[in-house]
């Protein structure tokens, strides 16, 4: 049985493939998931259109982490924070300080999107990476300086 499939599906292709399966397999799995649809003249169609409304997201998206991937590259941050003895830091610099940072200067960037391992409790540079997508991660310079 020849079927269209409207999501990605590991084992068979991506969406808008036609892909042939056993009528169980589209009957029993694919179609109840609204993971497909039987490859006929209308449904091609449908599938036609969903796979340009896709391509045309996939190419606005890729082009908009791109103008944020180069905001991000560039961008420096310097925190000022206070020191005792020995030069320790009283506190930390976390994930919430950087999109703070972030949302004052008016990028948009989510918080779980800041790669920081562990919160900076020391003075220095820092390079953070940030997910703009899965494959682009710039860094951020981060500067954590006494004042």
Known sequence: MDIILLQDVDTLGTA???VNVKPGYAR?????RSLALRASKRNLAIADERKRNADKRRNHDKKMNLELSEQLKDLEMTFEVQVGEEEK???AVT???IHKKLEEKGI???RHRIELK???KAL??????VRVSAEMKPELKVYVIKT
Request: proline fraction near 8%.
């Open 16 to 18: 808008g493939d036609i």
């Open 28 to 32: 029993n799995y694919l179609f109840p």
């Open 89 to 91: 830091m009283f506190g």
């Open 95 to 97: 994930t919430n300080d």
């Open 108 to 110: 948009a960037v989510e």
């Open 118 to 120: 562990e919160s900076i």
């Open 124 to 129: 220095g540079i820092y390079h953070i990476p």
